[in-house]
């Protein structure tokens, strides 16, 4: 599972928990399952936003209209991953052997 960054920005508004307006930072972010035969990013986006001078998370339930518009503003901002099947070559790869095999398999219990 890869996590992939959306977007990331510096927040001017007072946390919640400590009131300073220098440390609280937002962040999207987007899980990706790989595979050894496909690609696909879950439809899913988690944001964060975080006080860096009192390491602590602020949850939603903390948020004051302020922070909440901030928040609108850059979830407008984020464009998400596709997350749309994306296959690799080895896959097409064992379809293919798959079938070769089944095709060898039809034409020799049909021949005998």
């Known amino acids: 599972m890869t996590e992939h960054v959306l977007h990331i ?4 508004n007072n946390c ?7 440390g609280l ?10 595979t050894r035969f496909y690609n ?10 975080y006080c860096h001078t009192c390491k602590n998370v602020i949850y939603p339930v903390d948020w004051d209209s302020d922070i909440e518009r901030i928040y609108d ?24 052997i798959v079938v ?8 020799i219990l049909g021949a005998s």
Request: hydrophobic share 40%.
């Open 100 to 107: 070769i095999i089944l095709a060898g398999l039809v034409y």
């Open 16 to 22: 919640p928990v400590c009131y300073t307006t220098d």
């Open 40 to 49: 696909k990013a879950d439809k899913a986006i988690s944001e964060t936003i």
């Open 25 to 34: 930072e937002i962040s999207f972010t987007q899980n990706e399952k790989e």
């Open 73 to 96: 503003y850059h979830k407008k901002q984020v464009t998400p991953i596709n997350s749309m099947f994306k296959p690799k070559p080895i896959l097409y790869l064992s379809i293919l």
């Open 9 to 12: 920005a510096k927040l001017n």
